[in-house]
């Protein structure tokens, strides 16, 4: 069974700000790890993943997230927030066995861009 | 090239109507999976397509939803007697499929908001 925990369902910071998104994932099998961005009335858009290898992770529009096996983390962080990142943040896993890659979300995590 | 559609975007019926709720996946991904979003459930699985495999119905809320895919393309999320509680965004997503290497990343497409008066 996974499951994943997201720290905080609203999330605001001045712009030019550091950006942290928390998340915390429970997964009997090595996991997949994701994070998806969802834009008001649109789908969803992978940011980034982390699947096997370098556990610091770059993503579009300078996210990037760190894979901490002892922590069961995958923190999304980006150094200076802008305007344009107000959404809704959503942190999944899914696992690494295949024919069993369904997604399993967090709550997700609306943040905010304060002028 | 295309991303995965759906259709209709925005479908209003009446409570114990049937409805039909369509994707189309990227061209060539073999896998497909169909999610709900709602206000009370958050995001959650509904049903997974992989190849000529059986699919993976685990997340059904209830036998009033369905799921096909026909010719391994385009599928139809059908939900007979439909319920005020039926409504959320669906969502569909596609893989590349397996021995690609990337068969982990899902592609998702903008949703159907089903709206159930």
């Known amino acids: 069974a996974q499951s994943v925990t997201q720290l905080g369902s609203h999330v605001s910071v001045s712009e030019g700000a550091l950006v942290l998104l928390r998340c915390n994932y429970s997964s009997s099998v090595p996991p997949y790890l994701f994070w998806y961005v969802q834009y008001p009335n649109q789908g969803l858009q992978l940011l980034l993943k982390?699947?096997?290898?370098?556990?610091l992770v770059k993503g579009i529009n300078g996210f990037e997230a760190e894979f901490k096996k002892s922590e069961t983390s995958f923190h999304l962080t980006k150094p200076s927030a802008h305007m344009s990142d107000a959404a809704e943040y959503f942190c999944?896993?899914?696992?690494?066995?295949?024919?069993?890659?369904?997604?399993?979300f967090g709550t997700g995590t609306r943040l905010t861009i304060i002028p | 090239g295309a991303g995965v559609s759906q259709s209709p975007s925005n479908k209003v019926t009446e409570k114990g109507k049937d409805v039909e709720l369509r994707c189309d996946p990227i061209?060539?991904?073999?896998?497909l999976y169909w999610y709900r979003q709602s206000l009370g459930q958050g995001l959650e699985f509904l049903i997974y397509?992989?190849?000529?495999?059986?699919?993976?119905k685990s997340g059904l809320p209830s036998d009033r939803f369905s799921a096909e895919r026909t010719g391994g393309s385009v599928s139809t999320l059908t939900i007979q007697r439909t319920q005020q509680e039926d409504s959320a965004v669906y969502l569909c997503?596609?893989?590349?499929?397996?021995?690609?290497?990337?068969?982990?990343?899902?592609?998702f497409g903008p949703g159907t908001r089903l709206l159930v008066l």
């Open positions: 397509f992989q190849g000529n495999s059986a699919p993976d």
């Open positions: 999944a896993v899914s696992s690494s066995n295949f024919g069993n890659e369904k997604l399993t």
């Open positions: 997503a596609s893989s590349p499929g397996a021995g690609t290497g990337y068969q982990e990343t899902q592609y």
């Open positions: 061209s060539g991904h073999t896998a």
């Open positions: 982390y699947t096997t290898g370098a556990t």
